[in-house]
């Protein structure tokens, strides 16, 4: 293999090392876009341009300021006393460094006999439209049925659950006042 | 070596990273971003084995990374929903200390 594959695989996992251990919430969502970037670009790399912009618009713009907006709405930016790593951190890493050892051993074990087919896939942006509408209609139609679903359900979830229907719309009624229960006190 | 074999390395770095993303850190969004990073890492996996396949014009490994990117975008959503909800109710982000189901 050639130095930009290098390059771009030591940009990806370093930006997914640093997402993981940096105390800062907010610089971690950064560096997670990094790592999401050099994804994107190991796609590209694999002919897979569809993919690969596909991974641009919905990760690096869509997921990541998703991340950023929880982070924010949920004071997370602040670096808690106790640490950001839990109690068990060594069994979390010991399992993660056992399931590396396992998956890069059966790779080299696999290598000889993986696919090795060096001509460049000949697929246009054409042929996946036809695909999708043609032998993936049924998948495609249960994506969007899935991504309405979920996306009626992450508002439902995250509504203020203290507030009536009518007490958000800034209606100057006092009768509201003191009639919503503090669960929490 | 396969060039295919490289790329599955660095897929099994990726997915290890994100479990001990999502197993050692104790705020819930930390959680949330070492399991996008698990689904990156296999989507990396489906579109190397697409591309270095036998038979690539079938598009089954291209289509099921862009269908796995749709269903990790509508978890991230519910997933961030959950963590603000849970935010509200108890004031908290660390899993740890989210160890009641009733409020």
Same mark, same amino acid.
């Given at each position: 293999m050639d130095f930009v594959f290098y390059l771009i695989s030591a940009f990806a996992v370093g930006g997914a090392l640093a997402a993981v251990l940096l105390k800062n919430l907010v610089h971690a969502a950064l560096a997670l876009t990094i790592a999401f970037f050099g994804l994107a670009l190991l796609f590209l790399r694999l002919d897979a341009q569809f993919a690969g912009f596909a991974q641009i618009l919905v990760y690096v713009g869509a997921v990541a300021i998703l991340v950023v907006f929880a982070i924010l709405l949920t004071k997370g930016s602040e670096v808690p006393k106790e640490g950001v790593?839990?109690?068990s951190w060594f069994a979390g890493l010991a399992i993660s460094a056992g399931v590396f050892a396992v998956l890069a051993w059966a790779v080299l074990q696999a290598a000889p006999s993986l696919p090795n087919e060096t001509a460049a896939p000949a697929v246009t942006v054409n042929d996946i439209g036809n695909a999708l509408m043609s032998r993936y209609v049924l998948p495609l139609e249960i994506i969007a049925v899935l991504l309405t679903a979920a996306l009626l359900g992450a508002v439902i979830v995250a509504?203020?659950?203290?507030?009536?229907p009518k007490q958000s719309a800034g209606a100057p009624g006092p009768s509201l006042l003191g009639t919503g229960e503090r669960r929490n006190s | 070596m396969t060039p295919l074999a490289p790329y599955l390395i660095v897929a099994a770095l990726i997915f290890a990273i994100g479990l001990a993303g999502a197993l050692t850190r104790r705020n819930a969004i930390m959680v949330l971003i070492g399991i996008e990073l698990m689904l990156n890492a296999a989507n990396l996996n489906l579109i190397a084995f697409w591309r270095y396949s #036998?038979? #690539?014009?079938?598009?089954s490994g291209m289509m099921f990374a862009i269908f796995s990117i749709a269903v990790a975008a509508a978890e991230a959503a519910v997933g961030l929903g959950l963590v603000i909800s849970i935010y509200r109710h108890a004031?908290?982000?660390d899993v740890e200390e989210m160890n009641r189901m009733k409020g």
């Open positions: 790593f839990s109690k509504m203020h659950e203290k507030a009536g | #036998p038979h #690539p014009e079938l598009l004031k908290t982000t």
